[in-house]
């Protein structure tokens, strides 16, 4: 079965500090696909990144980071000294060989100025 | 990247009546298309999954004769909501898959009055 969990329901930051939100996924199949996307208020999917199940290197890009072990399953996903822009609700997802996305339930990041 | 419309962004429509939700793929055929619904402070739950020319596919619990969906094109479905009633009332969001990539469209917001 396939399943993505994202523990934390909602996270508040102050502005400029770190938050490295969590996602723990579940799956069978060697051949997968993790993504992160951005929803802020107007709904919105904004795809952040792509990264396949051989790819475990860390990634960066600007304020944001990602971090993916096969070993924990886990995907986090960091931003760096946070900006109130940031404020939006955050999605882990898992694409495999089943040809649909398993989206989390969700992170709702409020960032305070 | 490859685009993806929605149409309406939004739509209020009375309790009773039909509502229909266009998807298009702007730059690129699209051979499966998904819909997706998500209510408030919720994950998106995949609703049904359309080939061009083929029934539609629907999720466990989505009542196929209340959601009607026409994949007429490559390029174009259709979400009919048929005798919408306030429950009905969420924001839809429509996907479209190349041969190498899914993408997502801005969403449709539906009221149901």
């Known amino acids: 079965a396939q399943k993505v969990t994202q523990a934390q329901t909602e996270i508040s930051v102050v502005e400029k500090e770190d938050v490295t939100l969590d996602c723990v996924y579940e799956?069978?199949?060697?051949?997968?696909?993790l993504f992160w996307y951005k929803q802020p208020p107007s709904g919105e999917l904004v795809f952040l990144i792509r990264?396949?199940?051989?790819?475990?290197q860390n990634e960066i890009s600007g304020r944001y980071s990602w971090n993916f072990q096969k070993s924990t399953s886990s995907f986090n996903f960091t931003i760096t000294a946070s900006q109130v822009v940031d404020s939006a609700v955050y999605f882990c997802a898992l694409w495999s060989a089943g040809n649909q996305f398993y989206f989390g339930t969700g992170t709702s990041l409020t960032v305070i100025p | 990247g490859a685009v993806v419309s929605q149409h309406p962004s939004w739509v209020i429509c009375k309790s009773g009546t039909s509502v229909k939700i266009e998807c298009r793929s702007l730059?690129?055929?699209?051979?499966?298309m998904f819909w997706y619904r998500q209510f408030p402070k919720q994950s998106l739950m995949l609703m049904a999954t359309?080939?061009?020319?083929?029934?539609?596919?629907?999720e466990q619990g989505v009542e196929k004769d209340k959601f009607l969906i026409n994949h007429a094109s490559l390029t174009l479905s259709t979400l009919t909501v048929t005798s919408a009633h306030p429950e009905d009332s969420s924001f839809y969001i429509c996907?479209?898959?190349?041969?190498?990539?899914?993408?997502f469209g801005p969403g449709t917001r539906l009221t149901v009055t």
């Open positions: 996907s479209a898959r190349d041969r190498y990539e899914q993408y």
């Open positions: 730059d690129f055929q699209a051979t499966t």
């Open positions: 990264r396949n199940s051989f790819d475990e």
């Open positions: 799956t069978r199949d060697t051949t997968y696909y």
């Open positions: 359309s080939n061009e020319g083929s029934k539609a596919t629907y």
